[in-house]
Structures are given as C-alpha cells and as structure tokens.
C-alpha cells in the first residue's frame, strides 16, 4: 500500500488549506486513516483519525473545532482529506497520512505505533 500526501503550501495565519492523502489500493475503504505531523525540532504528534465508515472520528485537542477530517471511499476515489481552517503558526509542520487495514468499521486510532501504512508527507507552512 503506498500512500501519497499532497496539498501542502504556505498560507497565512487565519487562512485554510486542504491536505489530501491519496492511497495505491481500491480498497482503500477497508483501511482506517489518521493523519500526523511532526513541526521542525519535535516529536510527531497525532493529528486527526478516522475510521472505515466515517463515523468514528479523532481529534487532538490542538486542532478540534478548526481541523475536519473525511474520507471519500466512492469507486476510483481512495482519498482522505483534512481541511485546515483558521491556521495558526504553530500548525506549521510536515502533515503525514497513516493507514491500517482493518475489518472493523469502527476502528480509529490515535496511536502511530498502529498504523502500518505511511505517506512521504507535505509540508504545511502558516506565515504572514
């Protein structure tokens, strides 16, 4: 399974941006995805997760109300996005998708050490 990170850029404070994580299967609706970032000198941390179905949903306290994680697991689609909204300057960091296949619908996870599956990452930069 190979994962492709993309949307990335430079954007103001205050601004949004859309981060999408493209997946190699067809079967992408069988994996539950989170996304994590790691910001210059700090450890990755756990951004947004959700499950197969859509309808459990993680997020870390740092981005709840402004971040919004989804999924579109329609035909030929395979994708997983995160919109960022209201960004501030300590979001900047390189944004990573994970992914695990799982049986269950309802599975989610905050925990990289779960995920098997990772992107190269895009970078995201929150400047004025």
């Known amino acids: 399974v190979q994962l492709q990170a993309s949307g990335g850029g430079l954007v103001q404070p205050g601004g949004s941006l859309r981060v999408s994580c493209a997946s190699s299967?067809?079967?992408?609706?069988?994996?539950?995805t989170g996304w994590f970032r790691q910001a210059p000198g700090k450890e990755r941390e756990f951004v947004a997760a959700?499950?197969?179905?859509?309808?459990?949903?993680?997020?870390a306290d740092s981005v709840k109300g402004r971040f919004t994680i989804s999924r579109d697991n329609a035909k030929n689609q395979n994708q997983v996005y995160l919109q960022m909204n209201l960004l501030k300057p300590e979001d900047t960091a390189v944004y990573y998708c994970?992914?695990?296949?799982?049986?269950?619908?309802?599975?989610?996870?905050?925990?990289?050490?779960?995920?098997?599956?990772w992107g190269q990452g895009t970078l995201v930069t929150v400047s004025s």
């Open positions: 959700i499950s197969i179905s859509g309808r459990r949903i993680f997020y």
């Open positions: 299967v067809r079967t992408f609706d069988d994996y539950p």
């Open positions: 994970a992914a695990v296949r799982s049986a269950r619908w309802d599975y989610a996870s905050r925990q990289s050490n779960d995920y098997d599956y």
